[in-house]
């Protein structure tokens, strides 16, 4: 069901000819996978996701195999507060340094260890087992450095991309879109069988209209934080299908 590539499977250690580096780390419990992606920023690297906490040592492996070294990376950007995407934050802070990102809406949930923090739909069962699953304990916590506001730009880090504010899977969830049109969506779209706004949605009524939002843009390729990548165009031709 849906399984993504085994790590290293696409990046074989080197960037696409875009300058986008592709990782993919496995989720515990037949839960399938997690993108995080490297993009060449200037001199140095803009990471997008950091997946879960069990997966720090391929994480590490595939930045270095990518070029990604201490001290050469920018900036991470974390798309949303969810475990198996902000697993890796903090270890990677302390170990490449350069500036941890997320919107303010999500930042609580990495703060306090509670990925239903905020949520409208608290499962209280998964608020117990999610955190223990993904493996994010107190020491996988932290307090973003910067919070990204719809619009903010990124050519400070060295990245012509900016931040679009796509609410939905949780408040806080933003994309990557970047001059030429790629779009990196985080939980808002996913492509486990086919493209699709994500099975997971916290609140529909925003969701719907993210995706509004995001009709009205130049997007060119998706990036998802589930599956491979899609052109927009291969959204827009079916009808966007979700959960309850
Ligand atoms: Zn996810």
């Known amino acids: ?19 986008i580096g592709i990782i993919t780390l496995p989720l515990p419990l037949g839960m399938g996978s997690v993108n995080c992606y490297l993009l060449r920023a200037g001199d140095g690297y803009v990471l ?3 997946g879960p906490p069990k997966a720090w040592d391929v994480l590490g492996r595939e930045l270095h195999s990518l070029g990604c070294k201490p001290g050469s990376l920018n900036l991470t950007i974390l798309t949303h507060g969810d475990f198996d995407h902000t697993g890796n934050a903090a270890s990677i802070r302390n170990t490449f340094g350069g500036t941890l990102a997320m919107h303010p809406a999500d930042a609580r949930m990495a703060e306090i260890g509670d990925m239903f923090a905020g949520r409208k739909r608290a499962n209280f069962i998964l608020r117990a087992l999610v955190p223990r699953l993904i493996g994010f304990g107190t020491s996988e916590r932290f307090i973003p450095d910067v919070l990204l506001e719809d619009g903010a730009s990124l050519s400070e880090y060295g990245l012509k991309a900016r931040v679009i504010s796509i609410p939905g ?4 969830s933003i994309g990557i879109l970047t001059v030429d049109g790629h779009f990196f969506c985080g939980d808002m779209f996913e492509n486990r069988k086919k493209p699709a ?7 529909r009524d925003a969701a719907d209209r993210s995706a509004e939002k995001l009709a009205a843009l130049k997007i060119g390729m998706v990036y998802p934080g589930h599956g491979t990548a899609f052109s927009m165009d291969e959204l827009s031709e079916r009808p966007t299908q979700g959960g309850p």
């Open 169 to 172: 899977h949780s408040e806080g």
């Open 197 to 203: 706004v994500n099975s997971l949605i916290d609140d």
């Open 48 to 50: 997008i996701d950091t």
């Open 1 to 19: 069901m849906g399984r993504g590539k085994t790590a290293g499977e696409v990046s074989e250690g080197m960037l696409l000819d875009l300058g």
